[in-house]
Nanobody, 115 residues
Framework: VQLVESGGGLVQAGGSLRLSCAAS????????MGWYRQAPGMQRELVAT????????NYADSVKGRFTISRDNAKNTMYLQMNSLKPEDTAVYYC?????????WGQGTQVTVSS
């Protein structure tokens, strides 16, 4: 399974971005998926996760009300809509997926929010 993130970039504070995570390979049994981020000098942290059915979502307190996770299982793609971005959201954003009890990660996409 390969995961490829896209949609990162440079945006001003208050702006929006939508990240995508496209899965390919043996995708017929993708389970939960999630977004994580890692700022320079910091540990990787949870941003949001979603169950395979989309019925359960979980968000970090720092992004609740601003970020929305979604997935299109027909396209094997997960999204992260990020609104009201803040400079502290600057980080490399990674997606992951659980496939047959194995955890896969993408290579990451940079999000930079200027003040």
């Amino acid at each position: 399974v390969q995961l490829v993130e896209s949609g990162g970039g440079l945006v001003q504070a208050g702006g929006s971005l939508r990240l995508s995570c496209a899965a390919s390979g043996s995708t017929f049994s993708i389970g939960a998926m999630g977004w994580y981020r890692q700022a320079p000098g910091m540990q990787r942290e949870l941003v949001a996760t979603m169950a395979s059915s989309g019925s359960y979502t979980n968000y970090a307190d720092s992004v609740k009300g601003r970020f929305t996770i979604s997935r299109d299982n027909a396209k094997n793609t997960m999204y992260l809509q990020m609104n009201s971005l803040k400079p502290e959201d600057t980080a490399v954003y990674y997606c992951n997926a659980i496939v047959r009890s194995r955890l896969y990660w993408g290579q990451g996409t940079q999000v930079t929010v200027s003040s």
